[in-house]
């Protein structure tokens, strides 16, 4: 990482505001905010089946996790900020 960069990780319950605080802090820091329910909203709402499985959700996280990580490590390389709105759901 490169050192002038800056990481930043929201995590809490849900409905507690993240997103809307990740988006200010983002907007102040002109960072590059990544929120996990857009992310999977946009890749699989379409996709979605009627009756959604914790088993369902959670490998679409896990994928969208992987990809979010991949994006960060070569913003953060570069000396760029990050704000990470990932909820930290896990089974």
């Known amino acids: 990482m490169n050192p002038s960069s800056v990481l930043h990780i929201i995590y809490g319950p849900q409905g507690a505001g993240k997103t809307t605080f990740a988006r200010q802090l983002s907007s102040q820091t002109k960072a590059v905010c990544f929120s ?19 088993e ?3 490998e679409r996280v896990r994928r969208c996790e992987a ?4 994006v960060c490590t070569a913003i953060l390389a570069t000396g ?3 704000v990470l709105d990932l909820g930290l759901l896990r089974q």
């Open 36 to 54: 996990i329910d857009e992310w999977m909203t946009g890749l699989f709402g379409a996709d979605q089946p009627q009756t959604l499985s914790l």
């Open 56 to 58: 369902w959700v959670l």
């Open 67 to 70: 990809r979010i990580w991949q």
């Open 80 to 82: 760029g900020t990050v």
